[in-house]
């Protein structure tokens, strides 16, 4: 089997699928003995996709080939011995603020394929930083990236994770109602594509995954503790949410 994304059908619209070594949906990192995950030159070119639902606004970012060669040579990197990136089966769920003012200036900043600055992050890999969904101050939900694209967004969780942006921070821009509304029924859509979703968590708890099953890092000195989007918004956010969802501190 060539290894790379593949386009399918999913809830109405095309979705990418990651194939490497054929596991199903139910299994996980952590019982997989997944293959090492092969070059950038064994991946096959992004196909077309469609946003998770009609209500949500797709604006793809560009260089999505590029990107997607360098995310495989970041999971390369950074993912441990027989452990598989699962992007077709996500099973965690990671809010994120974007600490500027615009959803336009969060997407001109995962716009390029490479990642320019930031130089704690640059001996992690070249592949820029980068989210699925993009979540305006009046609650415009934009989705940049197909969900089953692993996006570099979380240390530890990228293989397996979705990364939703808040634009705002915790002061000069305060995150919304709007944005709490539109991120609870996000993950309802979410979770209606991809049953495999088991974790919420923010951002600021994803080292506290380190450890658990599903956190994955070879190297154990690339850490990071991030304050985003806060103890405040994730309550608002999981008090809205069906129940069934995991948080951080959960196997």
Not at 97 to 117: D, I, K, N, V, Y
Request: aromatic share 6%; with cysteine; charged share 15%.
């Amino acid at each position: 089997m060539r290894r790379g994304w593949r386009a399918v059908g999913a809830a109405g619209a095309l979705a990418l699928l990651w194939i490497s070594t054929g596991l199903s949906a139910s299994e996980t990192p952590e019982t997989s003995t997944g293959k090492p995950i092969p070059a950038s030159s064994d991946w096959a070119p992004v196909a077309a996709w469609a946003p998770v639902a009609a209500w949500v606004t797709a604006r793809p970012l560009p260089h999505a080939d590029e990107r997607a060669a360098l995310m495989q040579d970041y999971l390369r990197q950074h993912l441990p011995a027989g452990v598989a990136a699962t992007p077709e089966a996500p099973r965690v769920v990671v809010l994120h603020w974007t600490a500027g003012p615009t959803a336009e200036s969060c997407w001109q900043t995962f716009a390029p394929a490479r990642l320019s600055g930031r130089p704690e992050l640059q001996r992690g890999g070249a592949v820029n930083v980068g989210a699925h969904f993009i979540v305006e101050r009046d609650g415009t939900v934009i989705q940049v990236q197909p969900t089953t694209t692993p996006a570099r967004h979380a240390i530890g969780l990228n293989h397996l994770s979705i990364g939703v942006e808040n634009v705002g921070d915790g002061a000069r821009y305060p995150l919304t109602e709007a944005q709490v509304a539109s991120n609870i029924r996000l993950i309802a859509e979410l979770r209606a594509v991809h049953p495999s979703i088991s974790h919420l968590i923010g951002h600021h708890e994803a080292l506290s995954m380190k450890g658990g099953p599903l956190y994955a890092e070879a190297d154990p000195k690339y850490v990071n503790q991030k304050a985003d989007p806060g103890d405040a918004f994730m309550a608002k956010v999981r008090a809205g949410v069906a129940p069934g969802l995991r948080g951080p501190a959960a196997p």
